[in-house]
């Protein structure tokens, strides 16, 4: 019955997922309401700024080396992150027979427990996937932004820069796919509840801030 039950939820999780993502992709056509087009467009009107104005390289390096210093630093979190799920798989099982609500938490068969930490460390791994092209792109738009400017390369240079924008966007979003995971060691009705949280939470980060 456990192993039914822990099925049948990450099914449905996995479900709500697509279903959002889905809804996501149509609406991406309107930068007024949603926050991936808008700021596709803004990299771009940057990139046109900075390449079209000389006294601007200063500010262009400044921006790049922040955002590959940032990109790098969640690449590292993610490398801690697998090695402290290796670390802590096995005694997470331990800890949720101590919880105050451990009278809905359910006892996972191996193979689920397993599927449990595979999962996550495949999340947190996909994440450090994420931050490293992340870095690679904004290294690459690094050189690209101080040629002489050109038209083809505007638009390669743009189209690098918003790559690595949603390489690092994905990534910030895997962590956050980590939570319903993570609630799932505990209980299967703590992935959906988590997951219906967290899809609430990004429908609402999804919209342009006013």
């Known amino acids: 019955m456990i192993l039914n039950s822990d099925l049948i939820f990450f099914?449905?999780?996995?479900?709500?997922?697509?279903?959002?993502?889905?809804?996501?992709?149509?609406?991406?056509?309107?930068?007024?309401?949603?926050?991936?087009?808008?700021?596709?467009?803004?990299?771009?009107?940057?990139?046109?700024?900075?390449?079209?104005?000389?006294?601007?390289?200063?500010?262009?390096?400044?921006?790049?080396?922040?955002?590959?210093?940032?990109?790098?630093?969640?690449?590292?979190?993610?490398?801690?992150?697998?090695?402290?799920?290796?670390?802590?798989?096995?005694?997470?099982?331990?800890?949720?027979?101590?919880?105050?609500?451990?009278?809905?938490?359910?006892?996972?068969?191996?193979?689920?427990w397993q599927l449990k930490l595979g999962l996550l460390l495949l999340n947190f791994s996909f994440a450090f996937y994420c931050f490293s092209m992340a870095t690679r792109f904004f290294n690459h738009v690094g050189y690209m932004i101080s040629l002489p400017i050109d038209n083809d390369l505007i638009t390669q240079t743009c189209a690098y820069l918003n790559k690595a924008g949603r390489y690092y966007s994905s990534g910030i979003r895997t962590f956050f796919f980590s939570i319903p995971i993570i609630l799932w060691f505990f209980s299967p009705y703590f992935l959906m509840l988590g997951t219906l949280v967290l899809i609430a939470w990004l429908v609402m980060l999804n919209k342009v801030p006013l």
């Not at 000389?54 to 400044?62: E, F, G, P, R, T």
């Not at 955002?67 to 992150?81: E, K, R, Y």
């Open 11 to 112: 099914i449905a999780s996995i479900t709500f997922i697509l279903i959002y993502y889905l809804c996501l992709k149509l609406k991406r056509s309107s930068a007024e309401s949603n926050v991936h087009t808008f700021n596709a467009q803004i990299r771009k009107q940057w990139v046109y700024k900075i390449m079209g104005n000389d006294s601007l390289s200063i500010v262009a390096i400044q921006t790049l080396r922040n955002s590959v210093i940032a990109a790098n630093f969640m690449a590292s979190t993610s490398i801690l992150l697998i090695m402290g799920a290796l670390n802590l798989g096995d005694k997470t099982k331990q800890l949720a027979l101590f919880l105050p609500f451990n009278d809905i938490v359910s006892v996972s068969s191996t193979e689920i």
